[in-house]
């Protein structure tokens, strides 16, 4: 069964590293999408992507958070320059075109974070 | 804007006993509601969702869910509950009128752990 994935899973960086986090989205997606699990704390919406542009972003999304899909295959998230805070489980997730806003998001294991 | 609360943190129970696990969001006109759920280590997998029709939802596993707009809750719920139903659950809305692509907004997450 198709499946999202990304890496690594488990990224530990210095405050203010770039970081890169990558995801390899199902193969016939077309929307896509980046959450984000501080610990303890309930998932929250980053970011949607479509069509080669950002569809909607939260307000976490500020100035140090970009996405890119570089090929056909991959999507990633970057965030320019870490601070404590973004210490978080992310979450790459997408949906099939045709689905509609009620489609299921598939959703890979996510990267683990660790800001130091 | 959408918020959605999971008021039980975790919830033991012992194997083949019943369960319910609650949710409650924000008043709306219309939306679209998910549970997701998490094994360890893994990402978070559709159970079920409501998108219009019918208010008793069934979903993979045995779950089932009920969406009562009066109360505003979409509770899940399973008759006898399996050890391998220990994991993660979360509930989540998405705002079919909001023009978005259909972000979805979670609660904090529900921990069901089932003890022989």
């Known amino acids: 069964e198709p499946e999202v994935t990304q890496t690594p899973s488990h990224q530990v960086t210095q405050m203010g590293q770039e970081v890169i986090l990558r995801c390899v989205p199902i193969?016939?997606?077309?929307?896509f999408y980046w959450y984000r699990q501080i610990l303890g704390q309930k998932v929250e919406f980053l970011v949607s992507f479509y069509n080669n542009e950002i569809s909607e972003k939260s307000e976490i999304f500020d100035d140090q958070f970009s996405v890119e899909r570089p090929d056909g295959s991959n999507f990633t998230l970057k965030i320019r320059s870490t601070k404590l805070e973004d210490s978080a489980m992310y979450f790459c997730a997408s949906r099939a075109p045709g689905t509609g806003e009620g489609g299921e998001q598939y959703f890979g294991p996510g990267t683990r974070l660790t800001v130091t | 804007a959408q918020s959605v609360t999971q008021l039980d943190s975790q919830v033991p129970v012992f194997e083949e006993a019943p369960v319910e696990l609650r949710c409650n969001y924000s008043?709306?006109?219309?939306?679209?509601l998910f549970w997701y759920v998490q094994y360890p280590n893994q990402g978070l997998q559709l159970l079920l969702k409501y998108l219009s029709g019918s208010t008793l939802v069934k979903g993979i596993n045995g779950f089932e869910a009920e969406f009562n707009k009066s109360q505003t809750s979409f509770h899940l719920r399973k008759p006898s509950v399996h050890i391998s139903d220990t994991a993660e659950y979360f509930c989540a809305v998405s705002d079919p009128d909001g023009g978005s692509q259909g972000n979805l907004i979670f609660g904090k997450g529900t921990k069901l752990s089932v003890k022989p």
């Open positions: 008043s709306s006109v219309s939306v679209y």
């Open positions: 193969s016939n997606h077309l929307y």
